[in-house]
């Protein structure tokens, strides 16, 4: 068992090499090899924090991993990063542990923008240019770097912050790294220019208004992965046309479909497996004046490829 | 975060220092104060193979705990032990990882030992002397250590195994502990000589027989963790007059009372936790005659509880 710390993980070319496995990952999760068991959760409601347990594998894989991640959100008044993770790989031939994966959450962030970047190649006009970013936090940040990274052209993205601090910090940071990025106050005219949107935040209502929201534009949700989170309004989910999840079950009990479904504006059969579009098997985009929507829930499968991304490069297995 | 080894591990007094808080953490499932999610489980029956995820936490604790134990029952066949475990200590304050406990399964070992230890003195009768322990393995031997640790009192332990070769050698390695344990090949003679009968093992139908069983009898089963195995007839489950469970929900599950209850040879209201019989809260033995069985499938604020021993007896919290 070797224990692999964050800043070798952060050190790796995960992006574009984890494409490949990530999409495969979400395949894998409709074609019948992914054994994917039920999210784990712990709830710490009096210190306003919770706790994941995700865990599955992908037939002919040489691991299995089990993550915790955990959601610290007052930890910021101390001085610390909310979130935590840690993921460990064991050999589906032996069952022994082969790896720590001691990333504090770096692998999850890099797997989450991978899959919203794939969602969003997957669904969005082949034309479209405008992205606008709702969030300034940590994984807008990373939804732009993956989305930049593996598309194959360039986009003009524009992001919107509640706290337009963090906006012009994050468009400063991407900047430096080669990614031009604007910065805007307002989110309405920001979804009225935007052929996508990424919503990225921890809200607890919705941001995004039907009535802002162009025919043929294409939404990757990835901000809410709980219950009682929400980025998008009831009205507008019932109005796509084509509604796409990682994995429908979780979207409709903790994800942003949770809401539309609750309150009986979509049925669960509405609803795509993003790796049935992706194998072909269902239609995606099928105007370009329909409106798509992706809501990504997160899936341990996602950990695993991600997992053995970064051990093959680190030479582990 | 630090990794905290086996051979570190193995040098702790752990046996009889973790009796307080293992009892304890059987009455935290009663009283509201654990939060104990259902197991998680992958299956590889192409390899004969499984892998257990447990996690959980107790009000009030510093840290919390997701452990992973693996099952691969080939491996011997390649030099190599069937069981595998990690445990995350995770800190209830701040979601960070504490340490990693590399334990290979060992504290998984000694806190189901302490537990068979702690169910056995609180149901058998006061004035038991013969221990039977059906099965010669690892566990066998823990149950034996951890009871002669903490019993206050001198058993006569006598062992049958399958394999008479490893009854007697581990007769052998616990004489050389101090601790003496006769060996016999005839368990139906074993089983009436017995006060209280420890069955351990991982067998697929029933070995012993009510009929062998005499009044009095205080049985402690820990083999049966998982779907299809069994050590106990399902007449003798139904005979007797106390039934208690680490965890209700999962002995009926998957534990030795699921056979008697998927049967209908006994109701769920028959089982009592064993937190509330330590809590004083339900009745466990009523009369010498009695027959009492305690179902152990095992539970996560177990590990909690020998984790956080550890690490305070390691100076880490």
Known sequence: MITIGPEQIASLPLLRESVGAIRDAYISVTDGRAQLPPVGYLGFPDRNADC????GYIQGDPIFVVKMSSGFYDNPKRGLPSNNGIM???SAETGEVVAILDDRGLLTEVRT?????????ALARPDAEVVGVVGAGTQARAQIRALAA???KVFEFVVWGRNGKAASELARNLLAEGVVVGVTADLETLCGRADIIITTTPSAQALVLSEWVGAGTHITAVGADAPGKQELAVSLVARAG???ADLVEQSVNHGEFSHAHASLQIEVGRIADLG????????????????TIADLTGLAVQDIAIAR?????????
């Open 88 to 90: 460990i790989a064991v």
């Open 276 to 291: 049935s579009v992706l194998a072909g098997a269902v239609e995606g985009r099928s105007s370009a004046e329909e409106i």
């Open 52 to 55: 994941h347990v995700k865990f």
């Open 113 to 121: 923008a991978v899959g919203g970047a794939i969602a969003t190649l």
């Open 242 to 244: 084509r509604l796409v």
């Open 150 to 152: 593996i598309a194959g």
């Open 309 to 317: 991304v970064a051990l093959h490069q680190l030479g582990v297995c």
